[in-house]
Each structure stands twice: as structure tokens, then as C-alpha cells.
């Protein structure tokens, strides 16, 4: 099993998808299963319960998925929050760090109005206080760190594959 964890944005649920595709294993998201699960938006959810009821959920559901998933994981940007779901997805699968900075971050996602954490009077600042809280823990969940920067999808799809393929994890080719 492969998961991916990283700041929101980064490109987890594009990146992951492809991957799973490109490795014929299956993908899932754990954002999107929550959002099934509770029948509403998270951003939703987070306006009406908070942050704690919906991290009690997403931990379920990361220990669920680390136990009896065989394929690609795209986990939450908060999901590494809790020791719990550090220790099952290092423990129970092989992680991948999609790193970007603040600032890529911003660019891509100065739009966007789906994503809780960041609707705020200052997105980037936001952004920079969540990347220097986190980064620390995606750095301990990891096995693997790959820097995002600005390629195109396909091509850091490749980046993880070549990892991935050094690694001994999957075949070459």
C-alpha cells in the first residue's frame, strides 16, 4: 500500500489517482469517503461540528484503510495531526510527502473556497503557519520526501514512480 500525505493542494488526489492507475492498484481518498460517510462537505461539517469531531472520523477511517487497503491512499492535509494515523500509515504502508512550499500553494489555490483551513483574511499566512506545523510530521510519517515544486502532473507522477522503483517497491518499467 501506498499513501500520500501533504499540505492541501499539493496534489494528492490528482497525483494519487494517477499513480494508482499507472500501478493498476486502487485508489482511494479519504477526504471523499468522509464526505460520503457524513453526507455533507467536509468544509460543511467543519462550520456545523468543528475540527475535533471531524479528525475523530478521519482517524477511524485512516486505521480502517491502513489494515485492509492494498492499493493508493490519498489521506487529508490534516490527517498527520494525530499521532495515531502517523503511526498507522508509516507503520502500514509506504508514504509519500508531496512537498510544496507556501507560495506554490498560494498560486494554485488563492481560489479556492472548498477547503476550510483556508478561508481566512490571509490564505499564504495561513498557509506558511500550516506548512511550519506540519511539515515536521509529514517529514516523520514519510519513507519517502518528493519535492512538488511546479512540474506538470504526469511528470511528477513519474518522480514518485522513479522513487517508488529505486526503492525495490514496485517493478521497473
Keep these: 500500500m501506498f499513501s500520500l500525505v501533504g499540505l492541501p493542494g499539493c496534489g494528492k488526489s ?11 492498484l486502487e485508489f482511494a481518498d479519504s477526504d471523499a469517503l468522509i464526505e460520503q460517510q457524513i453526507g455533507c462537505s467536509i468544509r460543511a461539517f467543519f462550520e456545523r ?43 502500514r504502508s509506504h ?12 498560486r494554485r489555490l488563492r481560489h479556492d473556497t472548498q477547503r476550510p483551513l483556508l478561508q481566512v483574511a490571509d ?6 503557519e500550516l506548512f511550519d506545523t506540519r511539515d515536521p510530521l509529514y517529514r516523520e510519517t514519510a519513507h519517502f520526501v518528493v519535492e512538488t515544486g511546479r512540474p506538470a502532473v504526469g511528470a511528477l507522477v513519474n518522480m514518485v514512480v522513479t522513487q517508488l522503483e529505486l526503492a525495490g517497491l514496485v517493478p521497473p518499467g
Design 49 to 91: 461540528e468543528g475540527e475535533e469531531p471531524f479528525r475523530d472520523i478521519e482517524q477511524t477511517l485512516i486505521d480502517e484503510l491502513t489494515q485492509r487497503h492494498e492499493g493508493v491512499l490519498s489521506t487529508g492535509g490534516g490527517a498527520v495531526l494525530r499521532a495515531a494515523n502517523r503511526q498507522n500509515l508509516h507503520q
Design 123 to 128: 490564505p499564504l499566512t495561513r498557509l506558511r
Design 95 to 106: 508514504v509519500l510527502y508531496l512537498r510544496s512550499t507556501p507560495e506554490d500553494l498560494y
Design 14 to 24: 490528482t497525483v494519487g489517482r494517477l499513480l494508482a492507475r499507472r500501478l493498476d
